[in-house]
């Protein structure tokens, strides 16, 4: 299995990550802010299990990678990098959204709509399946186990802290919203921090090695 060491660095990647505008996020809160708590959880569990679907594709794809191509940890680390620095400059760039900044024009849904569109926002969210691919081989060493093993272990790990902290985003969305809407200067902090962060971590990633 993966060191704690190493499994602590990707609980930080993935809590920067979570937080980061991005279409699962903004929808949440959106669905928060205008149908309430509620319906924002439901849309929640179908977001959630959407990562799962993304989980088991990567999974079994990264194992039958890694058997069929020795260059492929250096082609996703690569690509892992350039992805990091792509979403450190949507955080901040002049026309980008905070994750607070929410949509309130849609529609009330039925729970079996609210649902289905949670799982398919992240479903069809290319971007949802290019950090599976990209991130999670830098954690990977096949001394530790199975490919497939490891890397069901951080999409465990990566769920469990998406849908701790969207919780807890569904259930504050209005007053977080609303918080930030009057306090501006906070929003371009949040923005610059996480830049900061994803910045650091596609630095770590440029300078990591297959053991």
Same mark, same amino acid.
């Given at each position: 299995m993966i060191p704690?060491?190493?499994?602590?660095?990707?609980?930080?990647?993935?809590?920067?990550?979570?937080?980061?505008p991005g279409p699962n996020m903004l929808y949440l809160i959106s669905r928060s802010i205008t149908?309430?708590?509620?319906?924002?959880?439901?849309?929640?569990?179908?977001?959630?299990?959407?990562?799962?679907?993304?989980?088991?594709?990567?999974?079994?794809?990264?194992?039958?990678?890694?058997?069929?191509?020795?260059?492929?940890?250096?082609?996703?680390?690569?690509?892992?990098?350039g992805y990091l620095l792509w979403l450190a400059f949507q955080a901040v760039r002049p026309s980008?959204?905070?994750?607070?900044?929410?949509?309130?024009?849609?529609?009330?849904?039925?729970?079996? =709509?609210? @649902?289905?569109?949670?799982? *398919? !926002?992240?479903?069809l969210n290319p971007k949802i399946a290019v950090f599976y691919l990209s991130f999670f081989p830098q954690f990977i060493k096949p001394e530790q186990g199975t490919v497939l093993a490891q890397s069901l272990e951080l999409a465990l790990v990566q769920m469990s802290i998406s849908f701790s902290i969207n919780f807890i985003i569904v259930l504050s969305a209005a007053r977080l919203s609303l918080w930030f809407n009057k306090n501006p200067s906070w929003l371009k902090m949040? =923005?610059? @921090?996480?830049?900061?962060? *994803? !910045?650091?971590?596609?630095?770590?990633?440029?300078f990591t090695k297959v053991k």
């Open positions: 704690l060491a190493e499994l602590w660095i990707f609980i930080i990647a993935a809590f920067a990550l979570v937080i980061t149908q309430g708590k509620k319906a924002g959880l439901i849309s929640l569990v179908g977001v959630v299990l959407g990562f799962l679907f993304h989980a088991l594709m990567v999974s079994f794809g990264l194992t039958a990678i890694f058997m069929a191509i020795p260059y492929a940890f250096l082609v996703l680390k690569t690509l892992g990098v980008g959204k905070s994750i607070f900044e929410a949509r309130t024009d849609l529609k009330p849904d039925k729970p079996g =709509k609210l @649902f289905t569109m949670g799982f *398919l !926002t992240n479903v949040q =923005k610059w @921090f996480m830049a900061s962060v *994803l !910045t650091g971590l596609a630095v770590k990633m440029a």
